[in-house]
């Protein structure tokens, strides 16, 4: 739980330099879960779960089809482009401009 | 692991006592891409196959034929490789066509669903959507023994039950199995009950629905989801870092092109010297057999010529596809598009266009066929525009030939810009694709989303299949334009006949009466009279006439009426270029564009005017024309079929001609303003 909240601050801190907002918590979640982060965000070895998708429909229908959809939990086999994802048995590739508007939950189960 | 016939569906029910019907039964053949589908295609159907486009698509559909053990025939269509049928992809709208029976499309009697078990819960939601329609299905569990490898078991009986439908394991690639999908398909032809009730599958509406679904087939026949695929494969994890790495990456892609096209261009070289050798021995059969006439001279050099034209393509379409069917059998294609997708992309180009531009360099007609990897239309639309500036190999004597002429004593220079040539035709495509997808073709290449395959040792009998299927289309389709094209360009080049001038018979006399004293000066002479009829031949012709007439639209970039001959009688195909100088100005077409005598006399070469046929700036000119102009009939046919419209082969040469025209004139002016001569 500690390097995770080092992770976080980590994160936070990288977001504030770059000047981009930070995303906003639904006010629905629980407080205790983690800030979404963009998928770029995450080192390799990262358990995580897709919170959201930022991509045009066909890109967003394309990775449902993958496997990966709102709520789908996945391994960071790679970081950097391309970034490879494992989702169950499914290993996916995404360019950066992809994974960049992947907003995901970093998993804290190993 | 046994097949698994589903006693709750009604497929199991007992042959029907009916008689078998003679018509075919259609089947299906769905699935995820690499599952294997095609594989199982290759194992059922053998050579009975064959390759066409789905109607009013340039998708492609390889349908074939076997028959079942009750002698029923079998029409089997093996559909394209997709995730979803609700994906608004030309290949999902395809099978949504022929599963739903829509427009020109039949609707299949049963589907053969092909699952990848190593990856069962992501192929069961397509397998939803499929039994959604309500068609028998018989559901092929296809590498089964690399699920086993990974610990994995299944209950085909308890799945089957699950699904509602038989199940049956198999390994495509060993054929394994095939025997009992061949039984349950016996009893899905004997079985008269009409399409499945869908309320058996409920929730398969929605996407929640679908994935509840599919989740918990798996979970209550294989014992959880986390069960399959959960196994790390620490070699795959490997294989991707160093594939995909940005610096060992781009090397290892060096490497693995440079022995591809190595291995294309040893390969092929063999077919293609025996398929140019044959058809000179049987062009001087003919010639021999046949009396003189307008006829021989039809088939000698018109109809073989043509047939060679084309035929001689073969060996390395064939080759270029068996070996990047191998490859992408690997598994290695999907890692090697998103090495190439952080350069191409620059341009709008996605990473999948890496080789078919690659395969330019060999020839644009490969070239152009490989871009049936590339997913999107722009970004495909885009690759085959731009192929063709890639130097071929045809280009290739026309650059000796220039560059000889342009730097004679300067060797390394002309090897420098040798290499300028390809680097220029390269640069072309590039900024032409970036011009195309901010213009008329607008938008960003497509981001690369890509399933990475597991690794695996190719299938040689695939590749091979996917190398016969290729080629024989290539042959019946863009076979048959090129050959009627080099029909027509020879025709045009040949007639109408233009008997030698009098200067000529006067030279062939002088020798008859020098041949017993000095046969030497005889022969000499005979070679004189033979060039001066050829030229009269040449300039006499269509395509002469057409060449003086056409001349004052080359003025500007220095070309006389013979250069232009030279560049319209290229359009048949570039090497041509070099033959029609030969002939024109040498008196034979046997040019060896590095031999030096030949070029010296070709730089010694004049126009009407008495000045040099192949002044600097003139050379100069034709150098970069050659590099950028869209100069080849048989690629344009290619282009029009591959796109579906003439429309974009017509853009092709209209915007290729036109740029290399430009560049011509620049090139040609500034050598000029340069001081050049």
């Not at chain 2, 045809?394 to 342009?406: C, E, H, K, S």
């Not at chain 2, 040099?612 to 046919?637: G, I, N, R, W, Y």
């Amino acid at each position: 739980m500690v390097a995770f909240r080092c992770y976080n601050l980590r994160v936070n801190l990288r977001l504030s330099l770059n000047n981009e907002p930070t995303p906003v918590r639904p006010l629905a979640q629980a407080p205790t879960f983690p800030d979404p982060l963009r998928l770029t965000q995450l080192a390799a070895g990262s358990r995580a779960r897709l919170s959201e998708t930022r991509l045009a429909a066909h890109e967003r229908d394309l990775l449902t089809a993958l496997g990966l959809s709102a709520g789908s939990c996945f391994r960071v086999c790679r970081a950097g482009d391309p970034w490879i994802l494992e989702v169950r048995a499914t290993r996916i590739g995404l360019a950066d401009v992809v994974a960049e508007r992947l907003l995901v939950v970093p998993d804290g189960e190993p | 692991m046994s097949p698994a016939p589903a006693a709750t569906s009604p497929l199991a029910e007992p042959p029907a006592a009916t008689a078998p019907s003679r018509d075919p039964l259609r089947i299906a053949l769905v699935g995820n891409p690499n599952t294997g589908k095609t594989t199982l295609f290759n194992r059922l159907c053998g050579l009975r196959a064959k390759t066409a486009n789905f109607p009013g698509t340039t998708t492609d559909a390889r349908i074939g034929r076997m028959s079942l053990p009750t002698g029923r025939d079998v029409e089997v269509v093996d559909l394209p490789g997709i995730y979803r049928l609700t994906l608004d992809l030309p290949e999902s709208r395809v099978c949504r066509g022929v599963l739903g029976g829509e427009g020109f499309y039949r609707r299949p009697d049963a589907v053969v669903a092909v699952l990848d078990a190593t990856n069962l819960a992501r192929n069961l939601h397509l397998l939803g959507e499929v039994l959604a329609k309500g068609l028998p299905t018989v559901v092929a569990l296809n590498m089964v023994d690399l699920a086993r490898r990974r610990g994995l078991t299944f209950d085909a009986e308890k799945l089957s039950r699950e699904l509602g439908c038989p199940v049956v394991p198999i390994m495509a690639r060993k054929g394994e199995g095939t025997e009992q999908l061949l039984g349950q398909l016996a009893q899905v032809a004997a079985a008269t009950a009409g399409p499945r009730p869908l309320t058996a599958l409920p929730g398969l509406g929605t996407e929640a629905g679908l994935e509840r679904w599919a989740d918990g087939v798996v979970e209550r026949s294989l014992g959880g989801t986390h069960a399959v695929g959960a196994g790390a494969d620490t070699l795959t994890e490997r294989l991707d870092q160093a594939f995909t790495h940005p610096i060992l990456g781009v090397l290892l892609f060096t490497l693995v092109m440079a022995g591809l096209f190595w291995t294309l261009f040893a390969l092929a070289k063999v077919p293609m010297d025996l398929i140019e050798a044959t058809f000179s021995v049987l062009g001087g059969w003919v010639a021999a057999v046949m009396p003189a006439g307008a006829l021989r001279d039809l088939v000698a050099n018109g109809i073989l010529g043509g047939i060679a034209g084309t035929v001689v393509f073969l060996p390395q379409i064939c080759l270029l596809f068996l070996l990047i069917s191998l490859l992408e059998d690997t598994g290695y294609l999907a890692r090697a598009a998103f090495v190439m997708d952080r350069i191409l992309c620059r341009f709008g180009l996605p990473g999948h266009a890496f080789v078919p531009l690659l395969s330019s360099h060999a020839c644009a007609i490969p070239g152009i066929l490989a871009t049936r990897l590339i997913p999107d239309r722009q970004d495909r639309l885009t690759t085959i525009l731009v192929a063709p500036f890639m130097s071929c190999s045809a280009r290739l004597p026309v650059y000796v030939l220039l560059t000889g002429l342009l730097f004679e004593d300067r060797p390394l220079l002309g090897g420098l810009v040798f290499a300028g040539c390809y680097l220029l035709g390269g640069a072309a495509a590039l900024l032409s694709a970036l011009v195309a997808r901010r213009s008329f073709l607008a938008g960003r290449s497509r981001p690369m989303v890509l399933e990475l395959p597991s690794y695996k040792v190719p299938s040689l009998r695939t590749a091979a299949f996917v190398a016969w299927d290729q080629g024989l289309e290539f042959l019946k389709k863009a076979g048959t334009t090129i050959m009627a094209i080099c029909v027509v360009m020879w025709w045009l080049s040949a007639y109408p006949v233009t008997p030698p001038p009098p200067q000529a018979l006067a030279l062939e006399q002088r020798a008859a009466t020098l041949a017993a004293a000095d046969p030497a000066e005889a022969e000499r002479l005979r070679g004189e009279a033979a060039l001066l009829a050829a030229r009269t031949a040449q300039a006499g012709s269509y395509a002469g006439r057409l060449g003086r007439l056409v001349q004052p639209v080359f003025e500007p970039l220095g070309y006389d009426w013979q250069l232009t001959v030279g560049v319209l009688t290229s359009f048949v195909a570039r090497e041509v270029f070099v033959s029609t100088m030969s002939v024109l100005l040498v008196g034979s077409d046997d040019l060896d564009p590095e031999d030096r005598g030949v070029l010296d006399r070709l730089h010694g070469a004049t126009r009407d005017d008495g000045t040099l046929l192949f002044s600097t700036a003139a050379s100069a000119s034709l150098l970069v024309f050659f590099v950028l102009a869209m100069q080849c009939l048989p690629t344009l046919a290619v282009t029009r079929r591959e796109t579906g419209s003439v429309k974009w082969a017509a853009l092709q040469l209209g915007y290729m001609s036109a740029l290399a025209y430009v560049f011509a004139f620049i090139t040609y002016r500034l050598v000029l303003a340069l001081g050049g001569s």
